[in-house]
């Protein structure tokens, strides 16, 4: 008995955590104290995207708020089933740019890896949630993708992304560091991940040390919304990563009912800073079917740039910008 506590490894702790995640949005909003009527809750919409919330997450809503910013992005809601015109299946253009199964090469400098279709969380507004997912790992393609890397030295900086691709456990997270770190062109490896915030316990020990380790310079890019997603195990976890040679950038979706105010931006990016994170990009929606009533017009975006400016030192304000397909970057809209 007295062994178990030490067995139990951090990592098997997430991937309990993840299990018993919630799939039913019902049980959450049982939980909270709401009932479908109060939040526009509708369960057809699970067929198209699954609903899935940990629980580390979910204990963050605030209950008997049926608008809580939390539970909207994750919540299904009947105004997914109204189509809106210039709203599609794969807005950002990802299967053009997809250079081969699960390798985009969309800028210069830069190869962005699809590890795998998987997240910890489901958010409603996501422009993946109609993407056809090959996810590389497991698969022969991984090979194929590193092989391209190394033959394409203009290549400095490597994107794992997916789905979310922390989902990977560590022991084949760190074989594919090894595998990236013996590039010789490569420089920066870039992380894309909500987990370090949806489940804080995925910043494992051995996660820390694979990070730490290798010589490529790592940059983590989290995607918080809302300063009420940041508690005290993100930012402990937040603070470890930063400790292991991690710099941390965070990615925002301005999402209305969610963040379309410029102090709940304010205090995003405050709270971010307490954990460690500068703001990066402030994202306009991409046009994914099914996303329309999260939309904020562009007008409405850069006013609320211009008033964030006015409340925050310049290194706390993200950069306002809208992925077109095809442009070189990330279009900036002011
Ligand atoms: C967004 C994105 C990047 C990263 O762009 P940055 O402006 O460097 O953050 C790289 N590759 C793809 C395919 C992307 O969609
Ligand atoms: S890819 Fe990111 S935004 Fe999309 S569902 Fe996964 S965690 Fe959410």
């Given at each position: 008995?007295?062994?178990?506590?030490?067995?139990?490894?951090?990592?098997?702790?997430?991937?309990?955590?993840?299990?018993?995640?919630?799939?039913?949005?019902?049980?959450?909003l049982q939980d909270l104290g709401l009932t479908s009527a109060d939040t526009g809750y509708e369960p057809a919409m699970t067929v198209k995207f699954d609903f899935r919330v940990p629980r580390a997450y979910a204990r963050r809503m605030n209950p008997g708020r049926p608008n809580d910013p939390l539970l909207r992005q994750v919540l299904p809601h009947r105004a997914?089933?109204?189509?809106?015109?210039?709203?599609?299946?794969?807005?950002?253009?990802?299967?053009?740019?997809?250079?081969?199964?699960?390798?985009?090469?969309?800028?210069?400098?830069?190869?962005?890896?699809?590890?795998?279709?998987?997240?910890?969380?489901?958010?409603?507004?996501?422009?993946?949630?109609?993407?056809?997912?090959?996810?590389?790992?497991?698969?022969?393609?991984?090979?194929?993708?590193?092989?391209?890397?190394?033959?394409?030295?203009?290549?400095?900086?490597?994107?794992l992304s997916g789905g979310d691709p922390l989902m990977l456990k560590d022991a084949p997270l760190s074989e594919l560091l090894q595998r990236l770190e013996s590039i010789p062109h490569l420089l920066r490896l870039r992380i894309h991940t909500r987990l370090p915030l949806v489940l804080p316990a995925r910043v494992t020990p051995a996660l820390l040390t694979a990070l730490a380790r290798t010589r490529l310079q790592t940059v983590l890019v989290m995607h918080v919304n809302h300063a009420q997603e940041i508690d005290e195990a993100v930012i402990t976890a937040s603070r470890a990563l930063t400790e292991h040679r991690v710099t941390l950038l965070n990615q925002s979706v301005l999402l209305r009912g969610v963040n379309d105010d410029a102090a709940v931006l304010a205090a995003l990016s405050e709270q971010l800073f307490v954990a460690g994170i500068l703001p990066y990009y402030l994202h306009m929606l991409d046009r994914v079917s099914g996303a329309a009533h999260f939309e904020v017009e562009e007008k409405t975006a850069v006013a609320l740039h211009q008033d964030l400016m006015g409340l925050l030192p310049g290194f706390l304000v993200p950069r306002l910008v809208r992925e077109v397909a095809g442009a070189p970057y990330k279009m900036p809209l002011r």
């Open positions: 008995m007295i062994a178990r506590r030490f067995v139990k490894t951090e990592s098997r702790d997430w991937v309990t955590a993840l299990r018993e995640a919630y799939t039913d949005p019902a049980l959450l997914e089933n109204t189509s809106a015109q210039g709203f599609n299946a794969d807005p950002v253009g990802d299967l053009a740019a997809m250079h081969r199964p699960g390798l985009l090469k969309k800028y210069h400098g830069r190869a962005l890896l699809l590890l795998t279709g998987a997240c910890a969380v489901n958010c409603r507004y996501c422009f993946r949630r109609e993407f056809p997912y090959q996810g590389l790992v497991g698969s022969p393609q991984l090979s194929a993708g590193l092989a391209d890397i190394a033959s394409d030295p203009s290549i400095r900086e490597v994107i």
